[in-house]
Structures are given as C-alpha cells and as structure tokens.
C-alpha cells in the first residue's frame, strides 16, 4: 500500500510486533489494542499502532532507560 494511512491484517501485525496471531486476539480481547473490524475481520490503522506502541513503555529512569518492574515473588527478608 501506497497510502499514507495504511491499514494492517491479523498476520501482518503479528509479524510487525514479532508476536503469535493468538496474542493479538487475546490484546484484543482484554481492549489493550487498537482495531477495528471489517465484516468478521481485524483491521489495525498502523499510525494507532505506532501511538499505541509508544505508549507500552513504561516510566523512565534518570539514565533514560525505560523503568522495569520485577515480575514473579517478592525477595526474600
């Protein structure tokens, strides 16, 4: 597509993101991520996914690296 305004399948955002297709559908699911639907299809506007994608990080430390959380158990006392 030549169109400044392009629009992605399924598939295509999946490869975009490096994701399974499934996980699309469960982002979809849980209204995490930007879509809309065509008949019975999935469509994504790539300038809402590239908004969208810009938006998934999170605050940012004094270094200017993105802040992680650790994930899983809390340490031990």
């Given at each position: 597509?030549?169109?400044?305004?392009?629009?992605?399948?399924?598939?295509?955002?999946?490869?975009?993101?490096?994701?399974?297709?499934?996980?699309i559908y469960r982002l979809l699911r849980e209204g995490r991520?930007?879509?809309?639907?065509?008949?019975?299809?999935?469509?994504?506007?790539?300038?809402?996914?590239?908004?969208?994608?810009?938006?998934?990080?999170?605050?940012?430390?004094?270094?200017?690296?993105?802040?992680?959380?650790?994930?899983?158990?809390?340490?031990?006392?």
């Open positions: 597509m030549a169109s400044s305004e392009e629009i992605l399948t399924i598939s295509e955002l999946s490869a975009h993101l490096r994701v399974h297709p499934t996980t991520i930007p879509g809309f639907r065509v008949g019975s299809a999935w469509r994504f506007s790539r300038a809402a996914i590239e908004v969208w994608e810009h938006g998934q990080v999170g605050p940012i430390d004094g270094d200017g690296t993105p802040t992680r959380k650790a994930k899983g158990r809390k340490p031990r006392k």
